[in-house]
């Protein structure tokens, strides 16, 4: 069965820190590329970042020098380190996975807040 958990979410101050964490069960996480995606309300899902199985990073501008994503394939689990949070990182961030067919697989979200 196939399960990806993100937590870390919450009320953050500008300026401040989160880490998103994502486990993962049921999906060989070690060859999978992995992601971060958000959606703000009103806005479509865009992409915050992916790292490949040979640990290659991608970040969208809005995350560069801010955002670090990493993966843990010991405990099949993908991180997302947020620093400078902004109020406009305010969105729900989704974990996702590649597949071998399709689009890939979505977590359930875990909602970021950054507001003062």
């Known amino acids: 069965q196939v399960q990806l958990v993100e937590s870390g979410g919450g009320l953050v101050q500008p300026g401040g820190s989160l880490r998103l964490s994502c486990t993962t069960s049921?999906?060989?996480?070690?060859?999978?590329?992995m992601g971060w995606f958000r959606q703000a309300p009103g806005k479509q899902r865009e992409l915050v970042a992916t790292i490949t199985s040979d640990e290659s990073t991608n970040y969208a501008n809005s995350a560069k020098g801010r955002f670090t994503i990493s993966r843990d394939n010991a405990k099949n689990t993908v991180y997302l380190q947020m620093n400078s949070l902004k109020p406009e990182d305010t969105a729900v961030y989704y974990c996702w996975s590649s597949r071998d067919y399709g689009t890939g697989y979505w977590g359930q979200g875990t909602q970021v807040t950054v507001s003062s």
């Open positions: 049921g999906i060989s996480f070690s060859i999978r590329k």
